[in-house]
């Protein structure tokens, strides 16, 4: 719905755009909608640019998408210019890409880095968003881009005693910036999802004792990840304008494509020798294999043994074979995990998996973690529990659309928006891969270029057109 331009006095100071963060989606928002004569702000709580990868600096960390996949695709002579050094980068070698992003367009004089957005309202007599920060600075903007990730605000359980623990904890999502020695030491590592996965088998070589604590087990498949070579290198270049199209028609921002047959009508030894081409592709490409594998409980189940017989070939132990299989959901119903030797640490004498469906968290004492089972000795306890995913960034903000009404109660029963991207009563403010869109379920980087060229083009229509904005429809 778009309405006529209103009447409107505002201060000088007054923003086109105010954008919410400075990681992907935020660093080319900056770049887009200034590129196309608008002034914009971005605000950032880090105190520097990169968002996921500023944050997450935990040993391991590695992006689980090809690094010339997970790459921006808006200038191609970005692309050409600069050199990965491995087929999947670690958090370091992103977060300098972002950053050499970030100096090549100039992107840092239009960022506030170190403050955090409190309050968002719109003011309907003026047709501005008027925002607030944590700091007491005020801004008034006609419209706001949150572009706070959809995998950024970090989840710590709320255990018993944690208060008492006398030794140190960690979160991998807010991973300190200097080097953290663990030579010698008990560690326990709580959660297995991807960035649990990533990090236990590195804690596993210099610890004394590795303790993992394990909810819910996920599919992990070996990271086929090599070194480029010059060779490689003017290979991806030149194939560039290829991967970008296949992968803008993909469903998940990728450029590799399943078997054009449906799973059970191609034999046996065919099929497995398919599987193993996905498996050498890496994670989440596995769930690609066939086209009706993610749709369909039968075309899923042959995946589904090629997995857990490759797990049981590389586990010793089969009882710890059967805690690492998960039996709760179809392979790729979740984003599968992406590893560099997570099911052989299980082989490890030093190395202990807790079942916490068996044996839950009872307390955390001084000294550890008491199960039923027992007190698991520790002299550091890392929390790999991910985030608050998708409305936590917003959720933690006060925002509030017309008539006053606020974010966090109308989506009290879960949220609601147009494909990710409005929300109805909220005119003129975006949400970049927000809940309702593909979100993490696709490469980040592409997904968040489609959402914002979505969004300037949208701004551009308006302001050609002398329209005030636009607003979802309930």
């Known amino acids: 719905r778009m309405t006529q331009q209103h009447a409107t006095s505002e201060p000088a100071a007054a923003l086109d755009v105010l954008v919410v963060g400075a990681g992907v989606a935020g660093l080319y928002a900056v770049h887009r909608l200034r590129g196309q004569g608008l002034s914009v702000c971005a605000v950032e709580a880090g105190d520097g640019v990169g968002g996921t990868w500023y944050w997450n600096r935990y040993p391991g960390a590695r992006c689980d998408v090809e690094s010339i996949d997970y790459s921006y695709s808006f200038d191609p002579q970005l692309e050409q210019e600069w050199d990965w050094t491995e087929r999947y980068a670690t958090q370091p070698e992103i977060l300098r890409y972002l950053e050499h992003v970030a100096d090549r367009y100039d992107l840092r004089r239009s960022i506030l880095f170190g403050r955090r957005v409190a309050t968002a309202a719109l003011d309907e007599d003026s047709g501005r968003w008027r925002i607030g920060l944590d700091t007491g600075e005020r801004f008034a903007t006609r419209f706001v881009v949150f572009a706070a990730g959809s995998l950024s605000a970090a989840n710590t359980p709320d255990l018993p005693g944690l208060g008492s623990f006398a030794g140190r904890t960690f979160h991998t999502a807010r991973w300190p910036h200097e080097p953290v020695e663990f030579a010698g030491r008990r560690v326990g590592v709580i959660g297995t999802g991807s960035s649990g996965i990533q990090i236990i088998p590195i804690l596993a070589e210099p610890a004394e004792h590795l303790t993992v604590f394990q909810r819910s087990p996920n599919y992990s498949i070996p990271s086929p990840n090599r070194p480029h070579t010059p060779e490689s290198r003017a290979e991806y270049r030149r194939s560039y304008a290829d991967r970008r199209r296949l992968s803008r028609e993909s469903g998940g921002g990728s450029p590799h494509r399943p078997d054009p047959r449906d799973t059970l009508e191609v034999p046996e030894s065919e099929r497995t020798e398919i599987y193993q081409r996905q498996w050498q592709l890496g994670g989440v490409l596995f769930s690609k294999a066939f086209p009706d594998q993610l749709r369909d409980a039968a075309a899923n189940a042959p995946a589904r043994a090629f997995f857990e017989a490759k797990v049981r070939a590389t586990v010793d132990d089969p009882v710890i074979a059967d805690m690492l299989i998960p039996t709760d959901h179809p392979i790729g119903t979740k984003r599968i995990c992406t590893d560099s030797g997570y099911y052989p640490t299980f082989n490890r004498p030093d190395v202990t998996l807790v079942d916490l469906r068996a044996t839950p968290i009872e307390q955390v004492t001084p000294g550890g973690i008491r199960t039923p089972g027992g007190e698991h000795a520790l002299d550091d306890i890392v ?92």
């Open 383 to 474: 929390f790999a529990t991910g985030f608050d995913a998708l409305t936590g960034a917003l959720a933690a903000i006060d925002i509030r659309g017309r008539g006053g009404r606020e974010l966090r109660a109308e989506w009290a029963a879960g949220p609601r928006t147009y494909l990710g991207l409005g929300v109805a009563g909220f005119p003129n403010m975006f949400v970049v891969t927000g809940p309702g869109s593909p979100g993490v379920l696709t490469n980040m980087i592409l997904a968040s270029e489609h959402h914002v060229d979505w969004i300037g083009d949208t701004i551009a229509h308006l302001d050609a057109h002398g329209l005030w904005g636009i607003e979802a429809t309930a």
